[in-house]
């Protein structure tokens, strides 16, 4: 099984930064993939961010250029870097670890963490 540990959500103003963080633990981990998703009320979670194991990123167009992912591979750990927030970015975030674990591949997800954005 994989544990995944989401940290750093909370209250920011408009403008504002904010570091959420998350740390996948398991025994014989191999993940390909971790990214984080959201969801605000009412609406559907939705991919904000995604790394690779190889360093290749990908963004929603909505983040792009505010938002930066990074990941410590040795740690396993990945990193969201939120600037410029804005009250839309209000949601419950999630990060997303696939893992290839036993010969299938196997998608983990944290509790969530709440991200609030005033304006």
């Known amino acids: 099984q994989v544990q995944v540990v989401e940290s750093g959500g909370g209250l920011v103003q408009a403008g504002g930064s904010l570091r959420l963080s998350c740390a996948a633990s398991?025994?014989?981990?191999?993940?390909?993939?971790m990214g984080w998703y959201r969801q605000a009320p009412g609406k559907q979670r939705e991919l904000v961010a995604s790394?690779?194991?190889?360093?290749?990123?990908n963004y929603a167009d909505s983040v792009k250029g505010r938002f930066t992912i990074s990941r410590d591979n040795a740690k396993n750990t990945v990193d969201l870097h939120m600037n410029t927030l804005k009250p839309e970015d209000t949601a419950v975030y999630y990060c997303n670890v696939v893992s290839y674990v036993g010969g299938s591949y196997m998608a983990s997800w944290g509790q969530g963490t709440q991200v609030t954005v005033s304006s």
């Open positions: 398991g025994s014989r981990l191999s993940i390909t993939f």
């Open positions: 790394i690779i194991s190889a360093g290749i990123t």
